[in-house]
């Protein structure tokens, strides 16, 4: 039972790169979120997705877009990668918002 | 939106000793509280939540309390073991609507021999 499955789990850039973070869950989960996690500043919502077709913005949008590829996945991506989006990315599901979410356990991206 | 402060920023504490972590909010219309646990190199793991209608809730060494009136809530670990050595979030959102989940800034336990 692997829960959120997320690829790769670390990752180096160079500034003005592009990446596509995924994320995967077998759960039955109808709700997913994209995280992102600096020192001090705990977890940060960027975009989530309440059901299969759709998304919307959390609190730290800005330089990312998402893809709700089906109910099993969602995908995370950087469309030209500046060194402030270092950081760990997690990915969660819960059954529906505002259940309990489960976490796969991130990926650590670096942007030179 | 909501704002949810969490302290200390770290705590150390004796195996056996007890740990307490506290956290507010500013929505009063949150109604749900998780708490996770974070260990190195993890993403977080939910430990236990609590729901509005309830003050106080527990799970073997682990309780979560609840105060309405002041907008804060506290996580509570008793007989503490090195295991428990990790970063603690709370988070606070309005469960069944569309709320989001809004986390503190996390705890970083320690528990020495």
């Known amino acids: 039972n692997a829960g959120v499955t997320q690829t790769p789990k670390f990752q180096v850039l160079k500034t003005g790169q592009s990446m596509t973070l995924q994320c995967a869950q077998d759960m039955n989960h109808n709700s997913m979120y994209w995280y992102r996690q600096d020192p001090g500043m705990g977890l940060r919502l960027i975009y989530y997705s309440a059901s299969e077709g759709t998304t919307d913005k959390g609190e730290v949008p800005n330089g990312y877009n998402v893809s709700r590829l089906n109910k099993r996945e969602f995908s995370l991506r950087l469309e030209s990668a500046a060194p402030s989006q270092t950081s760990v990315y997690f990915c969660?599901?819960?059954?529906?918002?505002?259940?309990?979410?489960?976490f796969g356990d991130g990926t650590r991206l670096s942007i030179l | 939106g909501e704002n949810v402060e969490q302290h200390p920023s770290t705590l150390s504490v004796q195996e056996g000793d007890s740990a307490v972590i506290k956290c507010t909010y500013s929505?009063?219309?949150?109604?749900?509280f998780p708490w996770y646990k974070q260990e190195l190199g993890k993403g977080p793991q939910l430990i236990i939540d609590i729901r509005s209608n309830v003050g106080e809730k527990k799970d073997q060494r682990i309780a979560v309390t609840l105060n309405k009136t002041a907008k804060h809530f506290s996580l509570h670990i008793t007989e503490t073991q090195p295991e428990d050595s990790a970063v603690y979030f709370c988070?606070?959102?309005?469960?069944?609507?569309?709320?989001?989940?809004?986390f503190g800034t996390g705890t970083r336990l320690q528990v020495t021999l």
């Open positions: 969660a599901s819960s059954e529906v918002v505002g259940q309990p979410q489960h």
């Open positions: 988070a606070a959102s309005i469960s069944g609507t569309a709320s989001k989940l809004t």
């Open positions: 929505d009063s219309a949150s109604n749900y």
